[in-house]
């Protein structure tokens, strides 16, 4: 091995441990991967070095404490996020122990030994109905980028995907009724959506001359969009919504939001959790109860249960009504 082996166990890390022994998904190594582009740039800047002279010397635990500080500090990234990164530092500090030679075994120990911070959960943040709508108008559908931006967000909106779901959609997983998102763990699942978004999409994906393995929603040099470059986009059309819907204004709107949005209003639709955990992906049905727990009116609505005389409900026939498929036809 070569004087400084630790580029190229970053390399091997990623290569050889991550995809050929652990076989972990392309979503989990392109969050490593992200992470350590933010960290090699810190440590170089932080140690005035060039990136591929980085050596373990410049990867000890204080500087890893000195990057999960910036992260908060400096680029404003909350207690889940910084956690995040760690665990991506840590599963490269598990794997270079085998490597690095016991000059550095010390340090990647430490590194190892940095605690995950405790949070507190929030109440989850999302729009109404009147929101989204204004969002949507806000965003100028005359240029080709806002019709993509439009198209976007009426996905996220329609379907509850994850923004690494949605931006990685390929005409290949647009199908009759459905498109397939790739979500989580290798895990697939088929989420219908109404009529006229699916035609916007195939108009869009002709028009744009999209291949079938190539992302629908790419940017200027062709690639997939950003979650930065998503980020963008949605703050422009908000800013612009709010000088019709004064709700907004002040509200940190992020494109996650659009995926609480989704799964309250599904909620409030009367859609049981079992149905909307598996439209949105979540592994445990119990994740899916902190919508609940975010959803005021419901517990207004709760309340009002337990102040009045129960009424007997007239039963529906299942095959004549379903909140499901009114909520997909309003859209």
């Known amino acids: 091995m070569t004087s400084n082996p630790f580029p190229i166990l970053i390399e091997r890390f990623f290569t050889d441990h991550l995809r050929t022994q652990r ?12 992470t350590f582009r933010i960290l090699l740039k810190f440590l170089a800047e932080k140690h005035r070095q060039t990136i591929d002279r980085l050596t373990f010397r410049e990867f000890g635990a204080d500087d890893i404490l000195a990057f999960l500080d910036h992260l908060e500090r400096v680029r404003g ?7 995040a990164r760690l665990a991506a530092i840590r599963a490269f500090a598990h794997f270079a122990l085998a490597y690095s030679g016991p ?33 949507l108008a806000a965003i100028d559908i005359t240029t080709n980028f806002g019709r993509r931006d439009h198209l976007f967000f009426s996905l996220l909106y329609q379907t509850g995907a994850r923004i690494s779901e949605a931006s990685q959609l390929c005409p290949g997983d647009v199908r009759d009724r459905f498109v397939r998102l790739h979500g989580k763990g290798r895990k697939e699942r088929a ?4 009529k006229d978004l699916m035609a916007r999409l195939h ?23 950003s979650r930065e470059g998503i980020a963008l986009r949605l703050d422009l059309a908000v800013r612009k919504a709010e000088q019709t ?54 517990k207004q609505e709760c309340m009002k249960l ?22 997909l036809e309003a859209q």
């Open 103 to 135: 000059a550095f075994a010390v340090a990647n120990q430490r590194i190892l030994a940095i605690p995950c911070k405790r949070t507190t959960k929030p109440v989850l943040s999302f729009m109404n109905r009147e929101e989204v709508m204004a969002v």
């Open 23 to 34: 076989n972990v998904s392309p979503l989990t190594i392109e969050a490593y991967s992200d």
């Open 203 to 225: 108009v869009w994906v002709k028009t744009n001359k999209v291949s079938p393995d190539h992302p629908i929603f790419a940017n200027r040099q062709g690639a997939a969009l």
């Open 306 to 327: 337990l102040e009045q005389p129960s009424k007997p409900r007239r039963k529906r026939d299942p095959m004549r009504f379903s909140r499901l498929l009114s909520f």
């Open 245 to 298: 819907c004064p709700s907004l204004r002040g509200r940190r709107i992020t494109p996650h939001t659009w995926r609480h949005s989704t799964a309250m209003h599904l909620l409030q639709a009367g859609v049981p959790l079992e149905v909307i955990a598996l439209w949105l992906g979540h592994e445990q049905p119990a994740v899916t109860h902190t919508y609940v727990q975010a959803d005021i009116k419901m």
């Open 191 to 194: 989420i219908p959506i109404a």
């Open 77 to 83: 990234n909350c207690v889940r996020s910084r956690n």
